[in-house]
Every structure is written in C-alpha cells, then in structure tokens.
C-alpha cells in the first residue's frame, strides 16, 4: 500500500477531538478576514501560522469535514492556499 493511499485511508476514518474542533470553528469563524491574525493563531492553539494552515488544508483536502459545508470548504482551502504561499 502506498503512502499516499494509507494517508487518505487515514483521513477518511478522522474525526476531529476538542482540539480539532477549535481549529475548524475558528477557520469558520476567519474564513472571510483571510483566516485570523498570525498572534491570535499562535496564542489560541500554540502553533505557528504555518502548520495550523498547513493542518487545516489537510483536513479540507479530506470529503465530508464535520460541520463544514462545500462553500466554506472551497474558502477555507483558498485562504490556506495564500497564508502558506505568503
């Protein structure tokens, strides 16, 4: 079995913890303002910018994000997309 197939396999059986949770309201919550303030990330969940978007893409890359519909999905995936590109 490939990495790749075992990674996907993995995600499609996630299923977010409280922690998790936290990460996809707050994206919910910034997802318009361009994902929230690098500080604000650091200070809410102890990660730098980078890997709570690099997380989050991950976690949008994978069907059916508890409480996430399709729209958010797609703007979630952008703002990552220019966070980890910036």
Do not use: K, N
């Not at 790749?4 to 299923?15: G, P, V």
């Not at 303002?33 to 893409?57: C, K, N, S, V």
């Amino acid at each position: 079995m490939y990495a790749s197939t075992r990674i996907q396999q993995h995600i499609a059986r996630w299923t977010p913890d409280r922690y998790d949770t936290a990460m996809i309201e707050f994206a919910l919550q910034w997802q318009y303002f361009g994902g929230g303030d690098a500080a604000e990330i650091f200070e809410t969940f102890g990660l730098p910018e980078r890997h709570y978007f690099q997380r989050l893409l991950g976690w949008m890359s994978a069907d059916g994000v508890p409480g996430v519909d399709d729209d958010a999905r797609c703007r979630i995936t952008e703002v990552c997309h220019r966070r980890l590109a910036a």
